[in-house]
């Protein structure tokens, strides 16, 4: 992992910063909660005040990472304050701050910390390293950096945020050095098994169900081994399953050996469809995503479409492309 030009300067602006807002991008996954909790526990630690939150009305912690270490220390978005420094994580660019945007561009000083492709340096220092495996992988070795003494709490957000990000280890961007790195923060008391359990076995029963409807629409082109399927809001609603649960579904339909690249649309309440899209590698869904309007990295991205059938369309003539390409 390289650092960027700006890596003593962020430590620095962390060490002289006394009141710190930390944002994630909006429908936060493992590795945004991860980073973002274990980055304000440690700054906490080191006598500051932070108000941890993102960019959605209520930033409500979803019950699969409501066990992380300060969970309960998540502000709403609103209530923020005068702060000296507003920290990003895992924010590819700064719409993925949603409602927090403009707090974020008032602060004088502000970091953005993230791993995405095609991330614009939208803050004052910016951290973004693409090789890493994870926002809180970068965060572990900026606070190994500052000398920051981890416990088992920080370390058990920067593990969460590791293990959900590599699914569990398995994604291309795991490496030795990523497992050295999840070992060293596990000697720290990190509660594996626990971690396990709760991120991946906690699902409400309603959950099977709407895998049950995803599953029976799943549809296969094999031509372009491409495999996907959708769910409403109604879905949702009939299911008693919030949106933010849904995140995991994706890996349901990529698990057949018949497709390398799928796709989960997601109807938003306006109507529009939230496109999630995997790929097995070597093609890229990041091409496909950026082409939308969307981003994220080549193996995992995303982008909004108006239908289900403008979602299947723009894939097919984005891997057509590659084809030809
Ligand atoms: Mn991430």
């Keep these: 992992m390289n650092k960027p030009a700006d890596w003593n300067g962020a430590l620095e ?31 906490r630690k080191m006598g500051k005040t932070t108000h941890p939150t993102w960019g959605t009305p209520t930033a409500t912690v979803p019950y699969n990472y409501a066990f ?26 700064d719409s993925r701050l949603g409602s927090v945007k403009d ?43 500052l000398g920051t003494p981890f416990d088992r709490d920080i370390a058990t957000c920067l593990y969460t945020g590791i293990v959900t990000d590599t699914g569990r280890f398995q994604y291309a961007n795991s490496s030795p050095e990523v497992l050295r790195l999840a070992a060293d923060l596990l000697a720290r008391g990190v509660p594996a098994t626990a971690i396990a359990q709760e991120v991946y076995e906690s699902a409400p029963f309603g959950y099977l169900k709407l895998t049950g409807h995803v599953l ?5 082109l094999a031509d372009h081994g ?4 959708w769910f409403t809001r109604k879905d949702l609603k009939d299911t008693n399953v919030s949106s933010e649960e849904t995140e995991k579904l994706i890996d349901l339909v990529r698990s057949t050996r018949d497709a390398d690249i799928a796709a989960m649309f997601k109807e938003q309440s306006d109507g529009t469809y939230r496109v999630s899209l995997r790929s097995k590698g070597p093609r890229s869904v990041g091409t496909i995503a950026r082409a939308n309007g969307g981003g994220g990295h ?28």
Excluded: W
């Design 226 to 229: 491409f495999v996907y399927s």
């Design 216 to 220: 029976e629409r799943a549809k296969l």
């Design 13 to 43: 602006a962390l060490r002289e910063a006394k009141v710190v807002a930390l944002a994630c991008h909006v429908n936060p996954d493992g590795d945004a909660l991860g980073a973002l909790l274990g980055m304000s526990l440690a700054l």
């Design 103 to 145: 707090a974020f561009k008032k602060a004088p000083r502000s970091i953005n910390i993230d791993h995405h492709p095609g991330n614009d340096d939208f803050a004052t220092l910016n951290i973004v390293i693409t090789d890493a495996s994870s926002t809180a992988e970068i965060v572990t070795r900026m606070l190994e950096d």
């Design 298 to 325: 080549e193996l995992a991205a995303g982008f909004t479409a108006k239908s289900v059938e403008d979602a299947v369309k723009a894939v097919i003539e984005g891997l057509s492309a590659q084809v030809q390409g």
């Design 68 to 93: 992380l270490p300060g969970a309960d220390s998540v502000v709403k978005p609103g209530s923020l304050g005068e702060v000296d420094l507003f920290i990003a994580v895992d924010c590819g660019d």
